[in-house]
């Protein structure tokens, strides 16, 4: 079974930045890739980027130049900076990490989420 624990949402203006964190624990073996997923209120929960065992990422049109993500393998953790962050960007995140990753997340556990909240 593998834990994760996503860190670093809050409050930011529009325009500010901020930096996402989630940390596997457990049987962290089994992980092939980790990604980030959001999910505002009344909207379908959407894959915001996903990164690969070998470093591969794939990104949502809405998010590309803004965000990047990336892991540190030595400390099991898949983090994500977001700049220019804008009104539609608010939700909860959450991180997957799954054992396969072919249309989204399969065989995956996933973190309880971190609020993002964009206002000024």
């Known amino acids: 079974q593998v834990r994760l624990v996503e860190s670093g949402g809050g409050l930011v203006q529009p325009g500010g930045s901020l930096r996402l964190s989630c940390t596997a624990s457990g049987s962290i073996f089994s992980i092939s890739a980790m990604g980030w997923y959001r999910q505002a209120p009344g909207k379908q929960r959407e894959l915001v980027a996903h990164i690969t065992s070998d470093s591969s990422t794939n990104y949502a049109d809405s998010v590309k130049g803004r965000f990047t993500i990336s892991r540190d393998d030595a400390k099991n953790t898949v983090s994500l900076p977001m700049h220019s962050l804008h009104p539609a960007d608010p939700a909860v995140y959450s991180c997957?990490?799954?054992?396969?990753?072919?249309?989204?997340?399969?065989?995956?556990?996933w973190g309880q989420g971190t609020q993002v909240t964009v206002s000024s």
């Open positions: 997957p990490a799954a054992s396969r990753w072919r249309n989204g997340p399969e065989a995956a556990s």
